[in-house]
């Protein structure tokens, strides 16, 4: 009982809880890439599918979350019953070998912050150095690991104590750091070139597919939406929160903090690349080829460089922090439900963070792989989510089952959108292995894919019973 006492406090800490959950390093690596790349058009479909796919999962999360008030795997099995328990495995599989990796992420921020704060950033050869510093095993180890405990500490001091005081500090200081780099590069000579193509619009290239597949795809990642993770936040929100407003709040804090990030990094690109042909193939370096060799080499030719880039690292070690944490009592709040108290379920989890993340740590290799593997595999967490819906009642969800909106939003319209995202990306990696494309050792293949889900899949299936018999023991 002492776990569901354990409550946010406040409105403003549940909405800073959720806005740190879905603002992560994707919002400042992926969507100033995605935005470089296509240009103002971008923006149009990434905000579209903000409410076409985000919100409304989001929605379905913080209802179940809220009305079961058990983590992922026991609220699919409440909600839906003892066969749909599976999905719930599913899903919590997914995200928390997402967080094994997600904790390398946090390292690598946090060690790009120590070396702009320490002032020896600017003397690196930066693509040697990232080659060099990924290839080792006692750097990335190391910062995978202190980022792991730091995400513990947080999680072990439990809600209103430990996330709740976490997050009221750092999510805004996110925004004030993101504001604050974005002031400094729109103030840069020649910004407003990137200004103009960051937000000018051209209609024609609408017509283009991928532009809108990939804004479905950056909403879907970027926001948090399907990972099951502001369900375990809404485990611990006060009986008068509102679901829909609560939805909205962390779907449009999502989207308003990769604006400012774009600010931050598309006006200083431009300003200082020469030329738009520099700029846009510096933006489209890749993800970690932008955030930690193309931004630190465009930081070295502006003045007040130190200082914009120990605000830019510290801002994205904030961001991968708050959405690892989120990740951490995603897993916590499940051991929980089988019984395991708060403090031994985080030094469980901390253990195998720190052991399953090793992997990720020494090799980009097999990072690249889990990163392709359950980031697609998110996106069938999506539409797990869409199915427990439409076994909620009409008690438990804010839009009524016999609606249209309802029918047209969880029977035809997101399951599109799904099996269109889903099969776009699966072709893509067809495209990028034509001989080799059902090699599961291939690091982003489509047979890689299949044979880690399917292992998930049946031994979700196979332990059923074992888990639902745990959980009834339990929780009832």
Not at 110 to 122: A, E, I, M
Not at 371 to 399: R, Y
Not at 427 to 432: F, G, N
Not at 439 to 464: A, D, R, Y
Request: proline share 3%; aromatic share 16%.
């Amino acid at each position: 009982m002492g776990e569901k006492k354990d409550l946010f406090n406040s409105r403003f800490g549940l909405i800073a809880a959720s806005l740190g959950m879905a603002i992560g390093a994707g919002n400042i690596w992926r969507f100033p890439r995605l935005a470089g790349q296509y240009g103002g058009a971008f923006l149009i479909p990434w905000l579209i599918f903000l409410f076409l796919w985000s919100i409304p999962l989001l929605m379905v999360e913080f209802s179940i979350g809220k009305n079961t008030r058990l983590g992922v795997i026991g609220s699919f099995r409440k909600i839906a019953g003892k066969r749909y328990t599976w999905m719930g495995v599913f899903v919590s599989v997914c995200t928390t070998a997402i967080l094994f990796y997600y904790s390398v992420v946090t390292g690598w921020s946090l060690k790009f912050f120590v070396l702009s704060l320490s002032g020896d950033l600017f003397s690196l050869d930066y693509n040697t150095y990232w080659i060099q510093y990924t290839s080792s095993v006692y750097q990335p180890l190391f910062f995978h690991i202190v980022s792991a405990i730091i995400a513990s500490a947080v999680i072990y001091k439990g809600v209103m104590n430990g996330i709740e005081k976490f997050s009221k500090i750092i999510v805004p200081a996110l925004y004030i750091l993101l504001i604050a780099a974005a002031v400094r590069a729109i103030t840069l000579p020649g910004a407003g070139e990137g200004l103009y193509y960051y937000f000018h619009i051209s209609w024609s290239d609408l017509s283009n597919y991928k532009i809108w597949l990939d804004g479905l795809s950056q909403s879907a990642w970027s926001t948090g939406a399907g990972w099951g993770l502001l369900l375990t936040y809404a485990v611990y929100s006060q009986k008068n929160v509102n679901v829909i407003e609560t939805s909205f709040y962390a779907g449009i804090g999502n989207n308003i903090a990769s604006i400012i990030a774009g600010l931050a990094i598309i006006p200083a690109v431009f300003a200082l690349s020469g030329t738009t042909e520099a700029a846009q193939a510096a933006l489209s370096s890749g993800n970690q080829g932008l955030a930690f060799i193309t931004i630190p080499q465009i930081f070295s030719k502006m003045g007040g460089g130190i200082i914009f880039s120990i605000v830019f690292f510290l801002a994205l070690f904030f961001a991968a922090l708050s959405s690892l944490i989120a990740m951490l009592e995603l897993a916590v709040r499940i051991l929980i439900d089988f019984g395991i108290n708060r403090k031994k379920s985080v030094i469980i989890m901390l253990s195998l963070i720190i052991m399953a993340g090793a992997p990720s740590a020494v090799s980009m290799d097999f990072f690249d792989n889990q990163d392709w593997v359950w980031g697609l595999g998110l996106l069938m967490s999506g539409f797990f989510f869409t199915i427990i819906a439409t076994k909620m009642n009409e008690k438990q969800f804010p839009i009524k089952r016999n609606s249209l909106l309802f029918k047209t939003f969880f029977y035809f319209l997101l399951p599109f959108e799904f099996l269109s995202m889903l099969a776009w990306w699966l072709w893509q990696s067809v495209q990028w292995y034509p001989q080799d494309w059902w090699n599961p050792f291939e690091t982003s293949s489509l047979g890689t894919c299949l044979l880690q889900w399917t292992i998930v899949l049946i031994i979700s299936i196979l332990l059923m019973k074992k888990i639902n018999d745990l959980l009834e023991k339990n929780i009832g």
